[in-house]
């Protein structure tokens, strides 16, 4: 496998923990607008939270396998400058696109059939008449007692994300290493 060089006439190739950092809040901020409505959504019924929760996952796993192959980022990476690649900052595949997103998609689904389980057991009445907090207080309260060790899974999974992206040397992170892609500024794609 040939990578880039790290730094080309002096400028880095690879986008840091700040760049990638900015361009999750912009996912953020693009994703907000789609979870008020899904949470509206949830509110009407028991059946429309159902369907809420599945169309919510999956436009998530859409979102990122879709924008990755076909424009190389995300629409926060888009918006940093910065691109997904093949180590030699070719344009990735489907395949790169999907390993790349694997792990949270299966955490994503993991917790969408928990909510979906949760949901199914949750008394009609007391979860239409709640607001926001105690909905998910109620529906939270009723998922598996498994889905602790998902949590906790979970946020070994995102801290050693960060982790490794931090310690090495073009700030590849485990996503990176599992579909063999790399992240760099967009003038080096």
Known sequence: MEFLP????????YAGFWKRFWAAIADIAVWYPFAFIV??????NIPAAMVA????????????IFLNLKYGGTLGKLAVGIRVTKPDGTKIGIREALLRSSVDIICATLYSGFHIYAITRVDP???LS???T??????????PNFSKYTNAISDVWYWSELIVLLLNKRKR??????????VINKEYA
Do not use: P
């Open 6 to 13: 790290i730094l080309i006439d002096g400028n880095k190739v």
């Open 39 to 44: 949470y509206n959504l949830q509110s009407i």
């Open 173 to 182: 992170a485990l996503h990176d290493y599992i579909a063999g892609t790399v």
């Open 53 to 64: 929760s599945v169309i919510g996952l999956f436009f998530f796993s859409a979102y990122s």
């Open 134 to 143: 105690e909905r998910g207080i109620i529906v939270y309260s009723l998922y």
């Open 130 to 132: 709640a607001g926001f």
């Open 125 to 127: 009445e007391a979860y």
